[in-house]
């Protein structure tokens, strides 16, 4: 089915309208047309502020005045007096509220609402970054407006598909993933692959057995000041999280994606040889399996394209295959950068998008979707698949249990469910941690029943936006 899409609007805004668009139509089976006459062979939607003089009938988007000044001068609408409505047991928020719409239920700018919550344009503007150069989720529209626990772009498209569907009698579908109505990227960071590391040496023993800087009881710190002696003798901790993980999914049926590091451009980075024959062996298990490899490119390579492209060639030459998938290290990122860089190296898929300190739908969207190059003002050519939970995000949260932890995953990933969407969890390969993360061997297993069980379809992250169709 194709749809035709007028927009009249300033060239400053032209482009990102066309983004927003893309965004809300990008989950239904639908080729949309965007051109400045109304075609006679199919619906019509315009955007604007006036509908033109015309027969035929158009379904008219009235365009927000307070989008225009958000983009002219960097600044994120006003929320103070923001106004919900409801649509499948969902509060919605109605960003850029118009006056008097034609369409009472079309009463505010869904284009432009979908492109400040979904594009990073926060992360953009945003002054106020952490220690890591990330905007932090306290800043954000999502956290402030209450709805970082469930996609609300998800529901903008639903609900604007049913608006269509009534207003030209017509029905659409859905896209499915792989035939399925969600799916699942389940991706694992390997940070580093044994205590037998000088760096990790000092961390362990030295920061954290002996200065406590996590503030340990006596009986961890001396765990923690053990573990590189129990690696010496064949018990490494890390290297039983990568066969844990592969084996788990092994035994369940499904395949994911491990992403690899080649290199060290900060203190933060832990190098290690990923020549090894233990990791070479390692990685032609996974390929064999059909398992993915992807880049986990060093600290400062979020802003430094050399240093991706020299990372991400290394990888390409131990593996003899392309690598097409990438997550950031630290999930650094920032928009004005990180996506034009990614570009240049040739990244397809991308899984970077969630907040370092906080689970939930950073970009409230649920579901494969282009990035936005703000460098070029246009549509990237890497996809994004939204990161919407990581261990560490809430082993490190000492306030919770485990229960409470694992209730919160399944809690997002029903979420998920229940957009007809699609989301990546990471778990790191030092998930076998005992002091860092108690329990979390028995959590992944169980959240992985909870995927499987609940009808997803599961895999790589190359595999579910490829099959989103």
């Not at 900060?266 to 070479?280: C, V």
Request: proline fraction near 4%; charged fraction near 25%.
């Amino acid at each position: 089915m194709k749809i035709n899409i007028i927009i009249s609007a300033d060239e400053k805004i032209r482009q990102k309208i066309k983004y927003g668009f893309t965004l809300l139509f990008q989950p239904l089976r639908v080729e949309i047309d965007f051109s400045r006459t109304i075609a006679p062979d199919c619906p019509n939607i315009f955007y604007g502020r006036q509908l033109p003089n015309d027969s035929k009938k158009v379904l008219w988007i009235h365009s927000s005045d307070g989008f225009m000044k958000c983009i002219s001068d960097s600044v994120l609408p006003d929320i103070s007096n923001v106004t919900w409505f409801d649509y499948a047991g969902k509060k919605l928020p109605k960003l850029f509220v118009c006056a008097n719409p034609l369409n009472s239920s079309l009463d505010f700018d869904i284009v432009a609402a979908t492109f400040v919550l979904a594009s990073d344009f926060q992360d953009l503007i945003s002054l106020e970054r952490d220690e890591f150069d990330r905007l932090r989720a306290m800043d954000s529209l999502q956290y402030k407006l209450g709805v970082l626990g469930f996609p609300v772009v998800n529901y903008y498209s639903l609900f604007l598909k049913e608006e269509i569907e009534k207003y030209f009698g017509i029905a659409i579908e859905l896209k499915t993933y792989d035939g399925g109505s969600c799916g699942m990227a389940l991706t694992h960071d390997v940070d580093f692959i044994s205590f037998l590391n000088p760096r990790m040496i000092r961390r362990e023993m030295f920061g954290i057995a002996v200065l406590n800087r996590h503030m340990l009881g006596s009986t961890q710190r001396l765990s923690k000041l053990l573990f590189p002696l129990f690696a010496l003798f064949g018990y490494d901790l890390p290297k039983i999280g990568l066969h844990f993980l592969r084996n788990t999914e092994i035994a369940n049926s499904v395949k994911s994606t491990f992403f690899i590091k080649t290199g060290a451009t900060a203190k933060q980075d832990i190098p290690y040889n990923y020549k090894s024959r233990s990791m070479r062996d390692f990685m032609r298990s996974l390929t064999g399996e059909e398992f993915e490899i992807g880049i986990h490119p060093s600290m400062n390579t979020y802003v430094n394209v050399n240093d991706f492209v020299r990372e991400k060639n290394r990888l390409q030459d131990i593996l003899g295959r392309s690598v097409k998938s990438v997550r950031q290290h630290y999930l650094r990122f920032t928009a004005g950068k990180t996506i034009e860089i990614w570009e240049k190296a040739e990244m397809k898929y991308d899984s970077t998008l969630g907040f370092s300190r906080e689970v939930g739908f950073r970009n409230s969207i649920a579901f494969p979707y282009p990035l936005y190059n703000f460098a070029e003002d246009r549509i990237s050519r890497v996809t994004e698949l939204p990161l919407i939970l990581m261990d560490g995000t809430l082993a490190e949260n000492k306030t919770i249990t485990n229960e409470h932890a694992l209730k919160w995953m399944k809690d997002l990933v029903r979420e998920t469910k229940i957009a007809d969407g699609g989301a990546a969890i990471l778990f790191h390969n030092s998930v076998t941690d005992p002091i860092d993360f108690p329990g979390y061997t028995e959590m992944y297993t169980e959240l992985l029943h909870e995927v499987k069980s609940s009808g997803f379809s599961a895999g790589t992250l190359a595999g579910t936006i490829e099959n989103f169709r």
